[in-house]
């Protein structure tokens, strides 16, 4: 069983056939779906999908896109959202510094109160960091310092020295699609040396479809399609990097648990 680590089930290209999309995925062998949120608009119906299904989780945060838009959360806020026990994670939130989407500042503050709301709730932290390494982390450093929390940097493209920094704050990473791509090069060698032990694999659908689906909209069941990849690079076998990555998966997300058949979520 394959875990899907980060979709977005509720975003256009999905939502339209949702139980269509789910129902291929897991026929072939994707088993559990966290479904992230990035706006507090969309917590509502992100947790009621759900409640719904027993094999589909909740995050909830604020993607560094939308931190303008609010600037103005404390902790309060997502602390209460974050009771709900089908939210299993806090995010994703983090840093964009290639569209400055939102002001620098704003981001690197709310990604100081996701953090601060990780922390004390223990759920992982869900970070998105895309041109913003060095700032990623200082602030990573300095949050540590004041006590630890677990995370783990998604849909992972940055550079081998930003791997080994976060993995020595005893991070997770986790593999998108793109590592499929012919020119993700460095990020393929940086994948087969991950420890076995901090890696999760996921699609951020409806984005990024790996090869053979390149161009299509991406859904949670081309999983499948990224794990066989990875599980090449690293000379394992495909059950095998299923197993690990799924027990990560539940080790890291300590709160997601799958429902017997036909139980409610």
Known sequence: MLID???????????????????RARAGGVGGFLNISTRQREWA????????????????????????????????????????PRVVAIGETGLDYYYDHSDRATQQALFRTHIGVARVTGLPLIIHTRDAEADTLRILRDEMGEGVFPALIHCFTASADFAGQVLDMGLTISLSG???????????????????DRLLVETDAPFLAPMPHRGKVCEPGFTADTARFVAGLRGVSEGALAEATTRNFFRLF????????GAPA
Request: with cysteine; net charge negative; aromatic share 4%.
């Open 5 to 23: 680590s980060h979709c977005h089930l509720n975003y256009k290209g999905l939502v339209e056939q949702q139980q269509a999309v789910l129902a």
């Open 45 to 84: 119906d992100i947790i009621a999908l759900a409640e719904q299904e027993p094999d589909v989780w909740a995050s909830v945060g604020i993607h560094p896109h939308e931190a303008d838009e609010h600037a103005d959360m404390g902790e309060g806020v997502l602390l209460a959202a974050a009771a709900h």
């Open 178 to 196: 793109i590592i499929t791509f012919k020119n993700a090069k460095d990020l393929q060698e940086i994948a087969k040396v991950i420890p076995k």
């Open 254 to 261: 300590t709160r997601a648990k799958l429902a017997p058949a």
